[in-house]
């Protein structure tokens, strides 16, 4: 059976991606499950699985070239197979916008219509919602668009940001790869631009986002121009939470510990079993609630944020939900996420406790429908049987999209998230 590798789709703005890495070659056997290539699109590197058993029979598609999504760029099938049509068939020829990689489609989740859920609600019911984002940042496709350098994406963002030719730059990555040392030295090297001899207070040099930031550009704005946000805040007691933590954290290997930002992403997929007009999609004029709780976690990196999902998050234990997110941030700043965990999220938890922030009011990620902001933990005076005690408080606030759900709905789920939190 001849199976084709496509460009996939991750996330409705993506138009195109770029081939970084070939791990299979023609004629190397291939098993299902198999990695066979790594990809870069404007969120973060992926890589791709064969989902097809065979052999790696045909590459369409050189390392570094830049492919529009559905695009053909690689032939799994048996020996015997003729594929003689693919030969000459270039990748960026084009196909429809493909799901990840050839994987199959998944069971049907339940679709409702926006009206089932919340009917005084008014529905945006265009179908395409990303045409007029599309323009911004575009990737030239050009030959001469250096297809052939090994870049690492912070390598890439970073010299597009400062300016610094990549064909100029040695790498000294694995197989050559450009990596962020390599632009850094490249930058310190470069000689010191001369001082203006009249400086005034308006001297500025306007600044090109990077990839990464364009693409954060262009889906913040979509959440915010189509989805009626409304904000629920709330303060939850943490104390017994933090109590349980070390106590638990007293039986682990210090690899293995649990952080506050755990406990919450546990109680959130509890919860929204609980509440599954929370863990829900939305597409045009259509709802889609999920059986499983992904629960994406938003991770910090210097290019800007990323959100991958620990997937089916609500089937896992604490300890399992500890170690997935450790695992997601490593590979996130590595480079090395998989399709799912980019394009199959339902919820989020984003997080700033870290840096003493109280309060984080968050925007919500399309096609998702909600997202939690969680703030620090403080010891603050509270009301606690007719008396004033010192707890461990955590402010957290909810941002829901007022077409699916409405605010009772949202109190009750927050509700439900307090309960768990607080009764741990």
Partial sequence: MISEVVMPQMGADMTEGTILRWLKHDGDPVERGEIIAEIETDKANVEIEAFESG????????????????GIIAIIADAKDDISKYTAAPANAGAAPATVGAQPAAPAAATVRPSELAPATAIDTRKDRSSDLSALGERSTSPASATRLRVSPVARNLADERNVDLRQVRGTGPDGRIIRRDVEAAIASAPAAKPPSHPTTNDQRPTTPSKMRQAIAR??????REAPHYYLLLDIDMTDAVELRRQLNETLPEGARVS??????????????????????IAGDEITRHDAQHVCIAIAMDEGLIAPAILDAGAKTLVQIASEARDLAERAKRGNLKPREITDGTFCVTNLGAYGV???????????????????????PSVRDNAIAIRQLMKVALSADHRVTDGAQGA???????????HP
């Avoid at 889906?219 to 915010?224: A, D, E, F, V």
């Avoid at 109280?358 to 403080?378: F, N, S």
């Fill in 55 to 70: 052999v790696f029979r045909k590459t369409l598609a050189a390392e570094g070239d830049v492919i529009p999504v559905g």
């Fill in 219 to 224: 889906r913040m704005s979509q959440s915010k």
């Fill in 260 to 281: 506050i930002n755990d406990l919450i992403v546990r109680a959130c997929a509890l919860a929204l079993q609980r509440h599954p007009e929370f863990n829900t999609t």
């Fill in 358 to 380: 109280e309060t984080l009011i968050g925007i919500i990620q399309p096609p998702q429908t909600a997202i939690l902001g969680v703030g620090t933990v403080t010891p603050r």
């Fill in 412 to 422: 009750q789920f927050l509700a439900e998230i307090k309960r768990l939190l607080e």
